[in-house]
Nanobody, 122 residues
Framework: VQLQASGGGLVQAGGSLRLSCAASGRTRSIHGMGWFRQAPGKEREFVAAVGWSGGSTHYADSVKGRFTISRDNAKNTVYLQMNGLKPDDTAIYYC???????????WGAGYWGQGTQVTVSS
């Protein structure tokens, strides 16, 4: 499975961005897709995920109520709508996918995209 992420950028605090991640290859094997992020000097952390068949979603507490993850199965694409962005959201965001429930559970992934930078200025 190959993942191509896009949509990062620079935004002021309170603003919005939408990330996209398109999957290709053996997409039928995917159980869930999601996003993790890594800020400078910090470990990579789970952000949000969606189950590929049932559409169940899971969010980190830090983004609940501000971020929304969705999927388009026909396009093999997952989206992350980020509203109310804060400077603490500044990080490289990585798209992730896995044949097991590990992404939806927030544990990790077997497939990673290249990362897209999100910078939120105060």
């Amino acid at each position: 499975v190959q993942l191509q992420a896009s949509g990062g950028g620079l935004v002021q605090a309170g603003g919005s961005l939408r990330l996209s991640c398109a999957a290709s290859g053996r997409t039928r094997s995917i159980h869930g897709m999601g996003w993790f992020r890594q800020a400078p000097g910090k470990e990579r952390e789970f952000v949000a995920a969606v189950g590929w068949s049932g559409g169940s979603t899971h969010y980190a507490d830090s983004v609940k109520g501000r971020f929304t993850i969705s999927r388009d199965n026909a396009k093999n694409t997952v989206y992350l709508q980020m509203n109310g962005l804060k400077p603490d959201d500044t990080a490289i965001y990585y798209c992730a996918a896995d044949p097991s429930p590990s992404v939806v559970a927030g544990w990790g992934a077997g497939y990673w995209g290249q990362g897209t930078q999100v910078t939120v200025s105060s």
